[in-house]
């Protein structure tokens, strides 16, 4: 097995999940990682917090680094190497060690392409002034905390009020800037219906956010140094020295396109339930690659942290010979705006009616805990079944502390194809610090049926 | 349907829940309900945080009043009033008005029973001086309350380590007492094994309370005004100037037993999946009646505000000609010492060897949320599945803020069927201030198997 070599093509969660694996069943493999930039394993998603200053170091942001998957896993992790061409006959990847602008081809027995995804940028002139960041890698988010650190913006524009935006809202209006949102859509966070999100861009106008919604860019203006001055939309002109790009993510899967390897859903790797691509032994994991939606049935892509890392742990298992499906996903996620908790999973109300499937909702409003209990707060929960047999297809919840993580309940009742019934009759956990007798899920669930 | 009168025993969570059903249901019928205390439709897992201080007023646990009863619901609720005896031949009971001493035969169509439990008295001369409470009915717990404030006792001793012994603990402490807790059993919380009750024992001496696990009751000492001096085990003598019995409780079941109603597990009153009793037409709910457990699939004693609320739903739909089955319990409960948060589900390791089950277990400690996130806390998670088929039984959580929750979603997952792999691969939610990727849940079942 020893010369039995695994490539991996991107060091972040999917890359290095799998590499672990690999390493753990098959301690003699030889494992090479190409990494193009500086950091692996980090947490993307801690990024707005290091921003905002709640998170100390972008260290802690690290779970391991290049020396640790040296020294303790004996991987091979290499830095600032960018690999350029998948040879899918002579199996072998073209790379390029950026320090030194040398190039060299790298053989592979199975290669595994964790690539990632790339932040979506406006076909706009001006997109690249001084001033404005898209958040993808470890190092984008460093690059936004120093240009704060440096620049002292006052004047924060964020485009796209998605997970990032909100995220992103919340911790610069913390670095003491004036925060402008806007957004396409009629609403912020257009994975939750509307009137759900409408509680968070209320939430957001309490705290001082400017939120404004159906309005589009149009362009940038820049000062005579190349920075960003403020923002035209269709509707204003918005004054800027910090710009912040959340307009959602595109697969990084150009490189697997063009060695012929077979694309799919918004562009992803195609994918079986293996994880392996069209082209046996080359697999892909983790933001770009698809994911199979265990509601819909059909091939979807998401790019979150907890896909990226279950699909690493899949293909490392079957690259080391296992042989484990990926289970799916459930499109389950959790942010929050300050202390309103979001979460959501499976479909909305509006996915569904997208895909034509006969609905039934509910919508209500209860207490996060005993309503006598200090620190009561108000949670709403909103529940989507099949309409003739009740089976439950999504949830979304926003609210005060400790509601969004009751998504989990939602998740595990949808997975497992429970009905609006089946949720009420749940034995789930009450005591006055913690709930009402009645779970707000539960609440939701017996107003559904 | 005017003349079909509905006689309740019982004035609380599930005879409310019960009679409220069936007056939505059938508006025209005649319900009367009688309740021998001065209160209707109270939360008794809220007593120790109104006795502590956190709760304002003994007011803001009632949920409704016999008043909103009556006015609003055309309920006549009659507190004060007790039940002496069922006539099962002639379908009357008899009922004693405790304020004038009158008694007299109510007929009824139907007879629910939510007669409630009692806790457990000690067998001991003495159990009822002046200063040794037990908490059941609101009424006891605005005795203690007032007993605080006129005696303004300075050492509390609780009797029984279980839910109520715990929190007491931690809300006398906070009423300026030197609490001491003494169980018999070798751990307090027998409810969850050993080895994580141990984290809860080494909690509460952290926060200055005594714990001596292993130490049985003897005697009470009074003084000459028969009031509590203190209390002697087999090891030592504590001086008390306040005693809470915290010991468990019993079904209140006497009175059905008496007309020749079946009583069956825990001497709880014996009833079928609709909550009938083994005499047609008569129905009970609540702390007095026996639930079927869903893992064990035998019949179980479990006095909890959730089981009593959904007994009272289930109830009050078959007494008003619908047909629902309760759908059984899993065990789940959940309570806190101070910031640590405890929960368990389904069955624990001992009980599952009781019952000689053969199964696998696995503990872990994760952190609540991502580590370097704010807030973040230790939590332990102990699974317990089925050896052979993974099958999840049970699971068991101690750990700071956001830990105790988390078992609503191990409850599903066993109502489910999951299997520790099923549960490694739900969809769960992640994001920094809410989770670690890998929620501590799917850490422990990565473990199991």
Known sequence: MKNNKLVVIGGDAAGMSAASKVRREQPDRDIVVFERGNHTSYSACGMPYFIGGKVKSSEHLISRSPEVFRGKYNIDVRIHHEVTKIDTTNKRVKVTDLDGAKEFWESWDDLLIATGASPMVPDIKGFDAHGIFALSTLQSGIDVFNYIDKEKPTHAVIIGGGYIGIEMAEVLQERSMMVTLIDMAPQVMTTLDKEMADLIEEKMKEEGIKVFTQEKLSAFE???????????????????????????????????????????????????????????????AGDCAESFHLITHKQVHIALGTIANKHGLVAGINISGGNQEFPGVAGTAITKFKDLEISRTGLSEKEAGDLNIDIKTASIEASTIAGYYPGTGKVSVKLVAEKQSGRLLGGQIVGFRGAGKRIDTIATAITAGMTAQQVIDLNLSYAPPFSQVWDPVQVAARRII
Chains 1, 2 share one sequence.
């Open 222 to 284: 820049t000062d005579a140094e190349s920075k960003i001055k403020s923002l035209i939309t269709d509707k204003q002109t918005i004054p800027a020295d910090l710009v912040i790009l959340g307009m959602g993510v595109k697969p990084n899967s150009e490189l697997a396109a063009n060695a012929g390897i077979k694309t799919g859903a918004g562009n992803a790797i195609q994918v079986n339930k293996n994880l392996e691509t069209s082209i046996t032994h080359i697999w892909a």
